[in-house]
């Protein structure tokens, strides 16, 4: 993220192309990463974050769906299974991480849906990573696996 200031803002992006997609397992490629720091919480010590911008979907039935991957040694497991699933890391081996070459590589993730309560009080739901895939369990058809529904009916396919 950066801040604008008053003096001299440009701006150009009409934002992402985001959507709730029914919740199953999908293709996605990395879009963007962002190299950012977490704050910490009462379980998570500060530490640097880095945020995902997947494009998950085929075809025209796409959505940018974000993740955040806290480098934390208490969820190494998710930073391994992230890296497998982009064919980075193989199971049990050590791993030097390269995160300036995460952007265009691709995978298999699961999507479940993740329920909010907006600024003004609205009922949302949001598209959200529960896990990535080993690619030995990926679809071997390269087709997303439906589980659940969109949110809306407008948003199914």
């Known amino acids: 993220m950066t801040a604008y200031n008053w003096d001299s803002t440009t701006i150009e992006n009409d934002g ?7 919740e199953g397992i999908y293709p996605f490629t990395v879009k963007k990463l962002e190299k950012a ?9 500060p530490c640097p974050r880095a945020n995902l911008t997947l494009r998950v979907g085929v075809g025209a039935e796409v959505s940018d769906v974000t993740d955040g991957l806290l480098l934390d ?19 049990g081996e050590r791993l030097n991480v390269n995160w300036d070459a995460v952007e265009g590589k691709s995978g298999w993730v ?6 909010y309560t907006d600024k003004e009080g609205n009922d949302k739901v949001a598209n959200q990573v ?15 696996v439906i589980t659940g529904s969109a949110s809306n009916d407008e948003d199914a396919w």
């Open 16 to 22: 992402g192309d985001f959507r709730t997609l029914p």
């Open 37 to 45: 720091f977490f704050n910490g919480s009462n379980s998570i010590p």
């Open 73 to 91: 040694d208490t969820l190494e497991w998710k930073l391994c299974q992230f890296f497998l699933a982009i064919g980075d890391r193989k199971h």
């Open 110 to 115: 699961q999507i479940e849906h993740r329920e």
């Open 130 to 144: 529960a896990r990535y895939l080993d690619p030995a369990d990926a679809p071997s058809d390269g087709k997303p």
